[in-house]
């Protein structure tokens, strides 16, 4: 069956190690979209920066953000899809969080908030214009509503233990999501980017067979299951490699460019 949708994940898929898209990429991805094919991205990233390389790509598809849990298009002013936190497990999350001496940030819309900017915890965010984070110290109290997604952020590289404590603590409230390096992405519970998929498959009257999922981490698993063609990068997990349906060259390489040239063009 014939790809009508493309999905990618932005870091270690679409964007290369420097978080840049290359121009070989943004030609191919607008090729696709002239033969009459919807792009998106799907990103553990907060909204403000899916849309700013939905921009740059020139998106026709609403943007999944925040692991699934916030869809919207392009300069709209109401999400397509929205599955926020009561502000109850945030106050709980944030909290304990301080208590744990954990480093977190929290989105609201296309909004970051953090207690304070620590500069170093945001290195992914380089290449994007129009960042900042809103420092509301300790009283996040007014900052709880409409959450979409909480990160936890560990230098020092133990997420893995992190991601434990808060589904032992919050069981059947928070999903621990992409707990490698030194970012563990939180969302409510049943979110994964599969959700934001199928809030487009809904809007666009596609089915998932006709689906091209690009990613290259555990927190693409889920979108990678359910499409009809998956695609995996060099550099991927071998969890997210085993779930491939075509291999390709690595982000540095332009690699979903080129699974798109061989499979959609």
Not at 15 to 28: A, F, G, H, W
Not at 53 to 73: D, K, T
Not at 214 to 231: E, F
Request: aromatic share 8%; hydrophobic share 45%.
């Amino acid at each position: 069956m014939a790809i009508q949708l493309i999905v990618m994940d932005l870091d270690g898929t679409l964007l290369t190690s420097e978080k840049t898209v290359s121009d070989y990429s943004k030609s191919v991805l607008k090729r696709a979209m002239a033969k009459g094919v919807a792009v998106t991205v799907a990103t553990g990233r907060m909204l403000l920066s899916a849309n700013y390389f939905g921009r740059i790509i020139e998106a026709n598809a609403p943007i999944i953000s925040c692991n699934g849990a916030l869809v919207q298009a392009l300069d709209a002013k109401e999400p397509l899809f929205l599955r926020a936190f009561s502000p109850e497990t945030v106050t709980e999350l944030l909290t304990f969080a301080r208590q744990s001496g954990w480093y977190a940030q929290w989105y609201i819309g296309d909004d970051i908030y953090a207690e304070d900017f620590r500069p170093e915890y945001f290195t992914a965010y380089r290449t994007v214009q129009g960042f900042s984070v809103h420092e509301v110290g300790e009283n996040f109290a007014p900052y709880t509503e409409g959450v979409a997604q909480v990160v936890v952020r560990d230098l020092a590289g133990g997420v893995g233990e992190i991601a434990a404590c808060i589904r032992s603590r919050f069981a059947g409230r928070v999903e621990p999501q992409q707990s490698k390096g030194y970012t563990l992405d939180l969302t409510p519970m049943g979110v994964s980017k599969a959700t934001g998929v199928e809030a487009i498959l809904r809007w666009a009257g596609i089915k998932a067979s006709e689906v091209m999922a690009c990613g290259d981490s555990d927190n693409d698993l889920s979108m990678l299951r359910m499409a009809g063609t998956s695609v995996v990068t060099a550099n991927g997990q071998e969890e997210a490699k085993a779930l491939a349906s075509y291999l390709a060259p690595s982000c540095d390489e332009d690699g979903v460019a080129k699974a798109i040239e061989e499979l959609v063009l």
